[in-house]
């Protein structure tokens, strides 16, 4: 083996959110140069990778291949020989119906170190979040997993000696064949009024449980319109509904994500509190710009404002202070204005706090402060992404303010799939990430509700889009949460 080769990890991502991964699993998933991963996965996982990590989509399921078992194995070697640390991410444990075994032996036999990390599987987590334990006191003392899925495409061929067992069947992999699979354990001997589940979950595009018996369990599915991935559950436990019942605003409801990772860090929290299942919609970056610019040529004991108008404009001004080591008191000449308080307790976070906030947090509320605040011919510096709102420099101007402009980033925004997808609601953190969204989607999806994070994204909304949107009362992530919250309680009422 040469002292080049890298590592590959089988990581289990469990079933459903992305939380739900094992503390070890994340923590390679975190250090690793190259995730290759499956289809089921909560694609938050992928943001968990470093920046620079290849994120590389190798999905293998029922009708719908991107790649071949072999070719996958393949790619893991071919990755792990040029010194990469993989990340092989797959949907529950990979040792439990997801080829794990074959992607092992394959890299055994290459001699690549390799090493499996469990994670929740399917057959179990899957019912647990439909209310349906695997076994339960009195009503059953086992359960045995089975794939219906066979390799010659029929069904399990010791149907007659699982009719016979007094535990929980669970059936994976066999939504197509359901009819054939309830009709063949009847005529094995097992009874038509046997309890009987189908449970799609976990990260299917339609979620939901239908409960019957066998004899009915086809019908409701099917009426139901279940799509796979799906569970199949036959024994008395079927019939048992354990969920909370404890109600939130947002269960069973998906909304998906723009703007930078900061801000989705934020949201999706609030979010999966509220019972959302969240989604990345574009995945944004934060580049700097002017790498010319020393803040030293603030520190002449002139008095100026410096003006900033987000946390990562905050962020990219002290990392420009700290890469030239200026102390923070040569700034003392300075008074220091934001535009709402996430800006300034980004600041804050650096010992500074803020001399102005205004009470509308927009720019053109920041604007109207300085304008009241300030004389004419005061030295104005905004601190900014380059692709900030004019209406702020330009009333600044009109008020006689002397204004410099620094651009010290941009945000640059790429999708983070090809195709979105259903969503109940798009969240909008900035103008730029509606245009950033339309760049790479030409229409909002039909039945989604856009919600913007204050009036200035709101109006670049309305002029790229003419459909209906919410807008959040002030410019924050709760806010948005809470203009959610608001609506979708009332449509259910």
Not at 6 to 18: K, M, P, Q
Not at 66 to 94: C, H, M, Y
Not at 120 to 141: E, F, K, Y
Not at 207 to 225: H, W
């Amino acid at each position: 083996m040469s002292e080049t080769t890298g590592r590959v990890y089988l990581i289990g991502a469990g079933c459903g959110r992305w939380d739900l991964i094992t503390l070890r699993g994340l923590r390679l998933l975190e250090s690793c140069d190259v995730v290759v991963y499956d289809d089921l996965i909560d694609p938050a996982l992928l943001s968990a990778a470093p920046s620079q990590a290849e994120k590389r989509y190798m999905g293998k399921r029922q009708g719908k291949h991107s790649a071949s078992q072999e070719e996958i194995s393949q790619a893991l070697i071919a990755l792990a020989r040029e010194g990469k640390r993989v990340a092989r991410l797959k949907g529950g444990d990979p040792f439990v119906f997801g080829r794990g075994g074959e992607e092992m032996l394959a890299l055994k036999e290459a001699g690549i170190p390799c090493e499996e990390v469990p994670g929740i599987t399917s057959p179990v987590a899957i019912p647990a979040g439909a209310g349906i334990p695997v076994t339960h006191r009195g009503l059953s003392r086992s359960f045995h997993v089975v794939t219906a899925h066979t390799a010659a495409h029929g069904l399990p061929q010791d149907l007659s000696k699982l009719a016979q067992l007094s535990g929980t069947l669970v059936f994976l992999m066999g939504l197509s064949r359901l009819d054939d699979l309830a009709r063949g354990l009847m005529e094995a001997g097992k009874g038509p009024n046997t309890p009987a589940a189908v449970i799609s979950g976990g990260c299917a595009p339609k979620p939901m449980a239908v409960r019957g018996t066998l004899s009915n369990i086809a019908q409701k599915a099917a009426q139901a319109g279940v799509e796979p991935p799906a569970v199949i559950l036959v024994g008395a436990v079927a019939a048992l509904d354990l969920t909370s019942p404890l109600s939130r605003p947002l269960d069973g409801l998906h909304v998906g994500l723009t703007g930078t990772e900061a801000i989705q860090d934020k949201l999706r929290p609030l979010l999966e509190e509220q019972g959302a299942t969240v989604h990345r919609v574009m995945e944004c970056r934060v580049e700097p710009r002017s790498p010319d610019f020393d803040p030293a040529q603030l520190c002449d004991g002139n008095r100026r404002w410096l003006i900033f108008t987000s946390a990562n404009g905050v962020e990219e001004f002290f990392q420009r202070v700290r890469e030239h080591r200026i102390d923070h008191r040569r700034f003392a000449s300075c008074s220091f204005a934001v535009i709402g308080p996430a800006t300034g307790r980004a600041l804050e976070a650096h010992g500074i706090f803020p001399d102005l906030c205004p009470e509308e947090h927009t720019s053109a509320g920041l604007a109207a402060a300085l304008c009241k605040t300030l004389s004419s011919g005061t030295d104005c510096v905004l601190l900014r992404s380059e692709l900030g709102a004019e209406i702020l420099p330009q009333m600044l101007l009109e008020h006689g303010m002397a204004v410099r402009e620094i651009p010290l980033y941009t945000v640059e925004a790429a999708p983070c799939q090809e195709e979105l997808p259903p969503l109940d609601y798009l969240l909008f953190g900035s103008a730029q990430g509606v245009e950033a969204y339309f760049r790479h989607f030409p229409v909002l999806p039909q039945g989604t509700v856009p919600v913007c994070i204050g009036p200035v994204t709101a109006q670049r909304l309305e002029k790229l889009s003419d459909r209906p949107f919410l807008t959040a009362s002030t410019p924050s992530v709760l806010a948005m949460v809470d203009t959610i919250c608001h609506q979708a309680a009332s449509n259910k009422l």
